[in-house]
């Protein structure tokens, strides 16, 4: 029965992908701490353990607050696609998801009030812990069925989560990569999967086109904030070490071409997309880290994208394991 309930939790907040926002939250812990500190190599006295379990813990709470509430709103409608989730198949009462998801966001803005108090910014995580939540809500609210203003804020919530953590944006190419990838990736999926609402052309245009918006913004206002007392070249990181990233992203365009071409129907493609996608974001994170804080950092980021996998092949074992152990239920014949 605990194994039961421990696994429905899980599956609820889809705690095995969470690590992709804790690598998220750490990388850019890392870029700040290399600002700081300026050359010689980053220690983790210098980043400091308690730092890291508090952004730990605003990744944990946030993604597992909109996963469980996602699953909230949708459990009608999951009763009639997907019956086998926690929700509608009753392994999880709508009282007690709700109580989890409370506590959830509690712990995000519990560590996000926490570090706070000893970032060098002030209060300014902690009202994007919140404006993050909100965004969340937003989607899992009304976004998701809005299609193109939905992805957009799919990504914006990587974007702002990305940023708690560090909101000078020490590498401003860092959470627009993480936008822009989240983004894109998901309107591909959306598209390969065949989702309801369809995906138009012009949908498909306001997403770019949103994004690109979005990016001239973000590199308007550093700039703006910066060129009075900073170089451009010094503003934008236009260093050596951005190739890491670059190599990154031509690595998951090829991996999204494997995928498309060995899947068996579009639906499979989208599906392992997203899912890759999402473990990809680790990559990035690591790739940041080799190019500006140190190859050491890298490898520490990178281990999260193993731990992810094998959480997420654990699970699926598990639930299978749990399935087979229950009593088989008979409908009766109309």
Known sequence: MFSNRLLSVLQLTRMALAFTAMADGWCSLLLLTRQQVGQGPVTLEQVGPTTLLLMGGVSVGLYGFGMSLNDLIDRRRDAAIAAHRPLPSGRISPGSAQLLCMLLLGLAIVCGAVYSQRAPIGWLSLVLVIFTSMLIVFYDLAG???????????????????????????????????????????????????????????????VIGGLVLLNAMVISLVLWRRLDYMPARAVLRLEPGLIFPIMAVMGYVLLAQFIRLRSPTSRDAGQRLMFFGLLWLIVYDAAFAAGYVSLAWAAVIAMLLPIAYLSVMVMRWWSTIVSLSQRPAFKRAE
């Open 144 to 206: 998701k069925y809005l299609v193109a203003p939905g992805l957009i804020t799919l990504g914006l919530v990587r974007f702002f989560h990305s940023v708690i953590a560090a909101p000078q944006m020490p590498v401003l190419w860092h959470p627009l990569l993480l936008l822009d990838h989240v983004a894109i990736v998901s309107m591909v999926a959306y598209a390969w999967e065949q989702k309801r609402p369809a995906i138009s052309r012009r949908q498909v245009w306001l």
